[in-house]
């Protein structure tokens, strides 16, 4: 087998060994045969075994970053979209911490996420990160445990997707606001965009979807009132 497949199967001989265990204090305790435990046992550890395989597959193939590492945050496996979008191979990475990716920005985020996971709480977030050429990049990440099945945690990883191009084009949009609403600003009279929505008692009520100032001046209505209830326009 591939030595990932391989770390794969040995990330859970634990959980293999806890059965044997199982099975014998099953035994122990109730009138059942050996050999019906020994085969209930295969069938598991077979069963087990191709899902595993399946899974490996399922990762190997993921559109999105995938990081395994253990409890003390050393990086035990990496995907190939990893290494796509970081360019950085598992060889490269394998023992060392996820922070080698981080900028100083993150420390806020950083600390939040590990209150999480260590109260046992999956955490969501975005990161700007630095790939191995110096070029940095947005991720949006979804980091949680991984637990055997006596409930312990024993590895930790996140499933990352780039999103620079989306964190660039936010960037684009709010600069544009800004820019037309400062030109709106210095046009005379009132201008709005409004969005119909019923007819009640032959007048239109609708949303607000911009106001500018001159609007919120003649009305009384703040800004953000305007654009949050529905109003009548005719």
């Known amino acids: 087998l591939p030595q990932d497949v391989q770390m794969f199967i040995e990330m859970i001989n634990d959980t293999y060994h806890s059965f044997e265990n199982d099975v014998q204090l099953l035994q122990n305790s109730i009138e059942i045969s050996s050999e019906e435990l020994r085969e209930a046992y295969l069938q598991l550890k077979n069963v087990s075994d191709e899902e595993i395989k399946k899974l490996y597959q399922a990762?190997?193939?993921?559109?999105?970053?995938?990081?395994?590492?253990?409890?003390?945050?050393?990086?035990?496996?990496v995907n190939p979209m990893f290494t796509a979008v970081t360019g950085y191979r598992m060889?490269?990475?394998?023992?060392?911490?996820?922070?080698?990716?981080?900028?100083?920005?993150?420390?806020?985020?950083?600390?939040?996420?590990?209150?999480?996971?260590?109260?046992?709480?999956?955490?969501?977030g975005e990161f700007l990160n630095k790939k191995k050429n110096g070029e940095t990049y947005w991720e949006s990440a979804i980091i949680s445990s991984v637990r055997n099945l006596?409930?312990?945690?024993?590895?930790?990883?996140?499933?990352?997707?780039e999103i620079t191009e989306k964190k660039q084009l936010e960037q684009v949009i709010e600069q544009n606001e800004r820019l037309m609403n400062k030109l709106?600003?210095?046009?005379?009279?009132?201008?709005?965009?409004?969005?119909?929505?019923e007819m009640v008692d032959d007048e239109i009520r609708g949303q607000f979807l911009y106001v500018s100032d001159n609007l919120t001046q003649l009305t009384g209505i703040p800004k953000d009132l305007l654009k949050e209830e529905s109003h009548r326009i005719f």
């Open 91 to 124: 060889d490269e990475v394998k023992g060392l911490n996820p922070r080698l990716l981080s900028t100083p920005s993150n420390k806020p985020k950083t600390d939040q996420m590990w209150i999480a996971l260590l109260e046992g709480r999956e955490w969501h």
């Open 184 to 197: 709106l600003a210095q046009v005379p009279g009132v201008i709005f965009q409004f969005r119909a929505e």
């Open 59 to 77: 990762i190997e193939q993921s559109p999105v970053s995938i990081v395994i590492t253990d409890l003390e945050a050393r990086i035990e496996y």
């Open 150 to 161: 006596d409930g312990n945690i024993t590895h930790y990883m996140a499933i990352k997707e």
